[in-house]
């Protein structure tokens, strides 16, 4: 059973950076995809950015797309999610997920998440 593990979050004022980590343990099938989600409070879940296992192929949200990077080592054992140029409407929960295909428009397509990371940028 996957297990997954979001780590990096933090305070940060406007305009800065932090970078987020996914570590993945356990076993999993051969294509899959890593998702980084978030929820602001008294929002929905939202997906940020998604990245493909089978090659390397990534989505964005459009209101990150030039400010967030999503990566991963060779083996996709950690997945990051590097934010520069930070506002204060990024402020919510990161959560990781696996799932089967990379999406962002619903969270249901995930099977497997980890616990939040929570983001907060002061203005």
């Known amino acids: 059973e996957v297990q997954l593990q979001a780590s990096g979050g933090g305070l940060v004022q406007a305009g800065g950076s932090l970078r987020l980590s996914c570590a993945r343990s356990g076993s999993i099938y051969d294509d899959y995809a890593i998702g980084w989600w978030r929820q602001a409070p008294g929002k929905e879940r939202e997906g940020v950015a998604c990245?493909?296992?089978?090659?390397?192929?990534?989505l964005y949200r459009n209101s990150v797309k030039g400010r967030f990077t999503i990566s991963s080592d060779n083996a996709m054992n950690t997945v990051y999610l590097q934010m520069n140029s930070l506002k204060p409407e990024d402020t919510a929960v990161y959560y990781c997920?696996?799932?089967?295909?990379?999406?962002?428009?619903?969270?249901?397509?995930?099977?497997?998440w980890g616990q939040g990371t929570q983001v907060t940028v002061s203005s």
């Open positions: 997920a696996v799932g089967y295909v990379c999406g962002l428009v619903f969270p249901g397509i995930f099977h497997s």
């Open positions: 990245i493909s296992s089978s090659d390397s192929s990534t």
